[in-house]
């Protein structure tokens, strides 16, 4: 009760732990089925459980659901079929797994769980078949399928989503499963065993294995032992919470068993704690997956690593770490001090002194008094520390499933260990690891929906990652070099598989160039390494209308840039006439003062380049105009009015393009909905239309006029001209219109004076007055 209530005060002292681990970025983030990062499918499967590369790396065996499948993977961009063959339980079979209690659709058909190659000629394969498991030869040049009739071994789980490791060596199978219907009863066993000897499972009268998840298994070669990873419960701690906690175990390859005492069972079983934590954390105690890696050529077996991924049984978010552990450490920890388990009190304790006989191979003539020892003393006192004393990598916001490493010669000659990490939320991170730390160079996005990951297999001499997933299998090459379009881009992506080609100007692939490329991984000094190598972008022109809106794109490189503009349309006075969005792009509406050039410019870290360079104009009708030297213009400058002012200014810009610039500010970046909602207001003021054949300014080379210049005072006087002639025009006519209106006024009037004076005249002849018009007629008697 004691020891329980220390656990708790130890997590509640260190569950703020956490919140300082690092998180690894990824430099570059491809979408699904990115141009720039393509992906091979071979979607003709479904519930892919586990693959098998051959030796070669040819030919990629694929276990899925009621079926095994034999694939063509000799071009790294293709995947196609070569042999398939059912394996499906039958109508009675699912019927009995329906009575169980077990769903027909989900736990009752066929997953294959293993798939081994016994020999050159032949395959072992083993399924649940319906929650009744089943074992098969298949014959590799006819894919058929011979199955194993009369054996009750149970190599592989009833439950198809137990998890279980297997491992064939000259023959020999040795696998880690649970061994019931139930997925109680877990075993580790040797079987088809050679030269005479009988198969090997382990002892039932004690608790070797406490409700273990099996993960992997290794063959030392050198020793002639095997490694199996799991995760178990353990029982050495008296918590109230079950504690799981990561193992290492290890048998002898040719363990016979005793003569009396342990017969047919393991004397060589021994098993020690992986500890992977950073000091006076929490450890991460659940084991996820385990990568073997081979020492380089010219090293012994002992520089062999295990490269595992773990996350945290207190973990309240998406936490994983990579820890790594070396062989010889393991060996170490076999052959000091072990802990003995008391049979009546259920406790471990520690045993006094060294025993040398413990872990050890050929005890197959061992005393029955030592044999006895070797029942209860399996468990080491110390655990097998990650080198380091701590992970290699920890992430706080993504949780790793599978790993796979391999080894690379950089271009200085140097090999770095590169890890492919596979995320649940669907992603493969490319992690490379330097002397100062691990770097996520890039994550590619494998899948969109959760799926359960069943294999990982990496394949160095094709280049590429195979992962089988419930929707198939996919191919992912292991380095894209072509992406980084620039010197700099090339040596900052840190990628030990690509180098910067100065005779080809492309980030080409390593090894297999003759030429000395440019990489610098660890001080990434691009300035040195790409000494001579032009990095601006190309000029882009973008002739648009006045009062049009204006949106510069510039895409960051990676996550860790930051992209800031410069024109020398920037002023105090301006500012507030363009906005920089979040995504980076450049907006503001067209008109005489914002007219002029642009460039974007992206920094990480102490570098700095042009990315995107833009030539806004303005657009005008083509006509062909005279010179005052009665010449006409070149046909390229046909759709352009040469503007000469009264002093012309040199054109060309300053060989540093950012010379004379202004930086626009980007404390203040909007977003993409408040962007749409400028530019919609920008369209209510559109008065295209109303300039469509205007000439307007221009670069001229024949004129000597550099019109981008904010200072010239051309710019202002043709938009007002523009301006004034328009208005000149509508007040002319308005002119017009009101004169005839006043003369049409002055004749009417003239016309009906005249007419009143004639009629006084008619009157006044006969000295009698004329009635007027409209009177009545005037009766005369």
């Not at 009621?66 to 398939?84: G, Q, Y």
């Not at 030869?137 to 149970?154: A, H, L, N, Q, T």
């Not at 207001?681 to 559109?686: L, V």
């Amino acid at each position: 009760m004691a020891a329980s209530v220390l656990l708790f005060l130890l997590i509640l002292g260190l569950m703020n732990s956490s919140d300082s681990l690092p998180f690894p970025t990824p430099r570059i983030s491809f979408p699904l089925n990115s141009a720039d990062r393509p992906l091979f499918h071979f979607d003709l499967v479904t519930n892919t459980t586990t693959l098998l590369l051959s030796d070669d790396g040819s030919t990629l065996y694929v276990g899925a659901r009621d079926a095994l499948l034999s694939l063509d993977v000799s071009r790294s961009d293709v995947i196609s079929l070569r042999n398939k063959v059912d394996w499906r339980p039958s109508t009675e079979e699912i019927r009995k797994c329906e009575s169980k209690g077990k769903n027909s659709e989900v736990d009752c058909p066929n997953f294959v769980k293993v798939l081994q190659p016994l020999n050159s000629t032949h395959l072992f394969a083993c399924g649940s078949f319906a929650y009744n498991p089943h074992d098969a030869i298949v014959d590799i040049e006819s894919f058929s399928m011979v199955p194993i009739v009369g054996d009750k071994s149970r190599r592989c789980p009833f439950n198809p989503f137990q998890r279980n490791t297997a491992l064939a060596i000259d023959g020999e199978l040795f696998v880690a499963t649970t061994t019931d219907f139930k997925g109680a009863k877990p075993e580790i066993s040797r079987h088809f065993s050679k030269d005479g000897r009988p198969d090997v499972s382990q002892e039932t009268s004690v608790s070797l294995l406490n409700d273990p998840t099996f993960i992997a298994s290794s063959l030392d070669r050198t020793d002639r032992k095997l490694y199996f990873f799991f995760s178990e419960v353990g029982k050495e701690f008296s918590f109230t919470e079950e504690l799981r906690i990561p193992r290492v175990a290890q048998v002898c390859k040719d363990d016979v068993g005793g003569l009396r005492t342990l017969q047919k069972k393991w004397t060589s079983f021994v098993k020690a704690s992986l500890l992977c934590q950073f000091p006076k954390q929490l450890p991460f105690n659940i084991l996820q997956d385990m990568f073997t890696l081979p020492p380089p050529g010219g090293s012994t077996g002992s520089d062999t690593l295990f490269y595992g991924v773990f996350t945290s049984q207190w973990s309240m978010g998406q936490e994983s770490a990579v820890c790594v552990f070396s062989l010889q450490d393991v060996k170490t920890v076999f052959t000091q001090s072990y802990r003995s388990f008391d049979k009546q009190s259920h406790q471990w304790s520690s045993m006094l002194g060294k025993h040398a006989y413990l872990g050890q191979c050929g005890l197959n003539s061992a005393s029955d008094s030592d044999l006895d020892e070797v029942k209860r003393s399996f468990l080491t006192s110390d655990g097998v520390k990650s080198r380091g004393n701590a992970p290699v990598l920890v992430s706080s916001g993504q949780k790793y499933s599978r790993v796979a490493a391999m080894r690379t010669t950089a271009a200085n000659g140097r090999q770095y260990t590169v890890l492919y990490l596979l995320t649940e939320s669907g992603f493969l991170h490319k992690v490379v690891l330097l002397d100062g730390g691990a770097k996520v160079i890039e994550e590619i996005q494998v899948f969109t929906e959760y799926q359960p990951i069943k294999s990982l297999v990496l394949s160095a001499s094709k280049g590429v990652v195979y992962i089988g997933t419930s929707a198939g299998v996919t191919s992912v090459p292991l380095a894209q070099c072509s992406v980084h379009r620039s010197c700099s881009q090339c040596v900052l992506a840190r990628d030990p598989h690509c180098g910067w080609s100065q005779t080809g100007k492309q980030c080409s692939s390593l090894p297999g160039n003759n030429e000395k490329l440019a990489q610098d991984l660890e001080s990434v000094n691009v300035e040195e390494a790409c000494e001579g190598e032009s990095s601006g972008a190309l000029n882009t022109e973008i002739i648009v209308h006045l009062n049009e809106a204006v949106n510069l794109t510039c895409v960051k490189p990676s996550k860790m840039a930051s992209v800031s503009w410069t024109s020398p349309r920037f002023r105090p006075e301006t500012r507030n006439l363009f906005i920089q969005s979040a995504d980076g792009s450049l907006s503001f509406l067209a008109t005489a003062v914002t007219m002029g050039t642009y460039h974007c410019h992206a920094q990480e870290g102490p570098n700095k380049e042009v990315v995107a360079s833009y030539d806004v104009m303005q657009f005008v009708n083509p006509r062909s105009v005279k010179s005052p030297e009665n010449h006409e213009i070149n046909e390229a400058d046909e759709a352009y009015e040469s503007i000469v002012t009264e002093e012309p200014q040199p054109s060309g810009e300053p060989d540093d393009i950012t010379e004379g610039y202004e930086e626009f500010p980007t404390e203040s970046p909007v977003s993409s909905n408040e962007l749409d909602y400028i530019n919609s207001k920008a369209s209510d003021f559109d008065l295209k239309s109303s300039f469509e054949g205007t000439p307007g300014p221009r670069n001229d080379p024949h004129s000597g006029v550099d019109n981008n210049n904010n200072d010239l005072p051309h710019v202002d006087t043709v938009s007002v001209t523009y301006s004034y002639h328009r208005e000149l025009v509508v007040v002319s006519l308005l002119l017009v219109v009101c004169v005839c209106v006043l003369l049409l006024g002055a004749i009417h009037v003239w016309r009906q004076t005249k007419n009143e004076k004639l009629n006084r005249l008619v009157g006044t002849e006969d000295g009698s007055e004329t009635p007027a018009l409209s009177s009545p007629e005037v009766k005369v008697e």
